[in-house]
């Protein structure tokens, strides 16, 4: 059977993405996957250095995806499925490019864990996030911000003859192009996947890329990878090296065996064959190799703790089975970034198949007899050599013009393409993408000055990069300049002149909310809780004057400074101002899952204790809970001493 690829539409009970919350992006991230000075002291001096590395101060310039609810309702999503004799691969172009299922035909087995509903959680850099198939990040530490954004997509010639799905766009966190080559030959048993990221910049770049592919979990299940040792990441923050694969008295290759939730980084020997299986009781399930610049191996695990079942009954529906991760990426651990000099690129094939090996071995007390006979059987039905040939041939295909085209991802490459005069064969951003969030900034390259609005509106999306602000300390000084350039100034790390450049906004400006937003963000982090409190609430009587019922992006305004109003007013101890901003809220907004925590937190602020534990008996969600947040567990243990209640139990760490 040839190889075949075709448009498909998936149908799943799904979620809506909603609209992106319109504020800019000023905070540094969460630092969940973080670590201090004091805790990269004791660590390799390569992983130390790496992992210090060009941190993100900000998201800027991409926007908080924080608009979609758990209301679910059968949606379409469009496919690309590729399939052979032996697998069928199903590719969601629209959600990162996302693998939403590989199945082996002659068994029937899915080897993935392919999730049966579309639920966004707070999981990606930038909000939106969903679980199950094979994911592509690439950025910063986590869960890319192109998770549910949608790539370009078209056909390619394959080396062999037959065609390969080209999946392409333009990383904004660090301004880097990268391509995902999905390639099936006719007779294989392994999908095959060439990635390639490029610095078109005269500046080094860091570079950070991890595939992570979720498989079925369950209590036969066992991760299998050619290491003795890993680096254990909990979400306590503390990065340790332990033995594999016995540890504090359990074996942690099986993802069940441990309570909480971890990651297990583990250290490839130098020159080893860099892969990973998941098999279950039976020596069937999952293998993935790649050639040897993906050096990286983990598993992450949920663990059997209530925290890690919760989190695992939240991303789908009731009844489905639970999974575990197996990833693979640049570097040793997922804290580091990688440096790629100006004008160079980092590529490698990788290949994703079905494994099947003695269950006697895989699964005995015998570490390296399970090494073995998981390579044993992957060197027989993928030698090292024949996926190096494969990695060749590939190679001489990534720069080939794609052909039919698929599916479309966003205008910002081709911006910063026509901007920046960039060569980048093999994945064309073009001009023809270009839609109206571009369009303001196109204005600003061609005639030096950003156009004004046709009317009010919420401001559109901010550019950082160092070109960009330097277009926009010479354009006209007028409050939308003023207001975008502050925002790149602040993100280049120069406090003192953003807050100058909001402040000239001000004055002159019709719109008066946004400025005043951006300042109270400033106070608020420099520690001015009076000042941050103050100017949050002008912004807030601005917005509610200005604010028409026109539709998302006014409703998205309204709620997203809402809830930053609420946070710095009961932060400042001013109940009556946040009650009068509470009672000003829409209906429909008070009853959003943050709006709702934020008035339990007011009622028990303002002595109404029962009425605020009520909130919480009566049901509560909160849609864009974060990975790793305590805020449920913070707030039900101010309220009262009785345990948390299962349905709230996120807990991440062990307490204490």
């Keep these: 059977m040839a190889t075949t690829v075709r448009r498909a539409v998936l149908t799943l009970p799904a979620a809506l993405l909603g609209s992106d919350n319109p504020l800019p992006a000023l905070r540094a991230p969460d630092g969940v996957h973080a670590l201090d000075e004091r805790a990269r002291a004791g660590l390799p001096r390569d992983m130390a250095r790496q992992i210090g590395w060009e941190p993100l101060r900000s998201l800027l310039p991409v926007r908080i995806r924080d608009g979609y609810g758990r209301e679910r309702a059968e949606r379409e999503f469009e496919a690309i499925v590729i399939e052979n004799a032996h697998l069928r691969a199903t590719v969601l172009p629209g959600l990162g490019g996302r693998v939403h299922s590989l199945t082996h035909l002659p068994s029937g087995r899915e080897l993935l864990y392919s999730n049966p509903v579309f639920q966004p959680a707070n999981f990606a850099l930038n909000g939106a996030w969903f679980s199950g198939g094979i994911e592509w990040n690439t950025g910063a530490t986590g869960h890319t911000a192109l998770s549910c954004a949608p790539l370009h997509a078209a056909l390619v010639p394959a080396p062999d003859g037959g065609v390969m799905v080209r999946l392409w766009e333009w990383e904004r966190l660090r301004d880097l192009p990268f391509q995902v080559d999905l390639w099936l030959p006719e007779d294989s048993e392994f999908l095959l996947v060439g990635v390639r990221v490029r610095n078109p910049h005269e500046r080094p770049a860091p570079v950070y890329w991890w595939s992570n ?31 594999v694969p016995e540890w504090e008295g359990a074996d942690r290759t099986y993802p069940l065996r441990g309570e909480h939730p971890a990651d297990f980084f583990y250290e490839v020997q130098d020159g080893a064959r860099p892969w990973i299986a998941s098999l279950d009781a039976s020596g069937h399930g999952l293998v993935q190799t790649s050639t040897d610049a993906l050096r990286g191996r983990k598993l992450f695990a949920w663990g059997s703790g209530a925290g890690g079942r919760r989190w695992q009954e939240w991303l789908t529906e009731p009844g489905t089975g639970g999974y575990a991760e197996i990833q693979a990426g640049l570097a040793r651990t997922q804290l580091e970034h990688v440096r790629l000099d100006a004008g160079g690129e980092f590529a490698w094939l990788e290949a994703y198949g079905p494994l099947a090996a003695d269950p006697a071995r895989t699964h005995g ?25 494969a990695y060749k041939a590939w190679r001489g295909r990534a720069d080939t013009a794609p052909g039919e085209r698929l599916a479309t991802g966003s205008g910002w490459g081709a911006l910063e393409v026509l901007c920046g005069g960039h060569e980048l064969p093999g994945t064309p951003f073009e001009e023809s993408t270009l839609g109206a969030e571009q369009e303001p900034w196109r204005e600003l390259w061609r005639s030096g000055a950003l156009p004004a609005p046709a009317r009010p509106e919420p401001p559109g999306p901010s550019l950082v990069a160092p070109h960009w602000r330097d277009m926009l300390e010479t354009a006209p000084a007028d409050p939308r300049t003023e207001f ?108 959003q899952g943050r709006f709702r925590l934020l008035g339990a937190r007011l009622l028990a602020a303002e002595g109404h204790v029962a009425a605020a534990r009520r909130v919480f008996e009566d049901g509560l969600e909160l849609p864009d809970l974060r990975e790793g947040e305590e805020t449920l567990t913070e707030v039900w243990s101010a309220l009262t001493d009785r345990p948390l209640p299962p349905r709230y139990d996120f807990r991440m760490r062990p307490e204490g």
């Design 213 to 243: 592919t979720a498989v079925p979990e369950d209590a036969g299940t066992r991760v299998i990878a050619p290491a003795e040792a890993a680096w254990h990441f909990g979400y306590e923050r503390s990065l340790r090296r332990v033995p």
């Design 365 to 389: 007390a015998d570490w390296a007899e399970a090494r073995s006979a998981a390579r044993s059987a992957l060197d027989a039905a993928l030698p090292r050599e024949r996926l190096d040939e």
């Design 484 to 591: 975008h350039l502050g925002v790149a100034q602040w993100h280049a790390g120069d406090v003192a002149q953003a807050v100058r450049s909001w402040e000239r906004g001000l004055a002159l400006a019709p719109s008066r909310w946004p400025l005043l937003r951006c300042l109270a963000v400033a106070d608020t982090l420099a520690g001015d809780t009076e000042r941050a409190a103050d100017r949050y609430a002008a912004a807030f009587e601005d917005l509610a004057a200005e604010s028409r019922d026109e539709g998302e992006p006014w409703a998205a305004a309204e709620s997203a400074l809402g809830r930053e109003v609420l946070e710095a007013l009961l932060t400042a101890g001013r109940l009556a101002q946040a009650r009068a901003v509470w009672d000003r809220l829409r209906p429909a907004q008070r009853e």
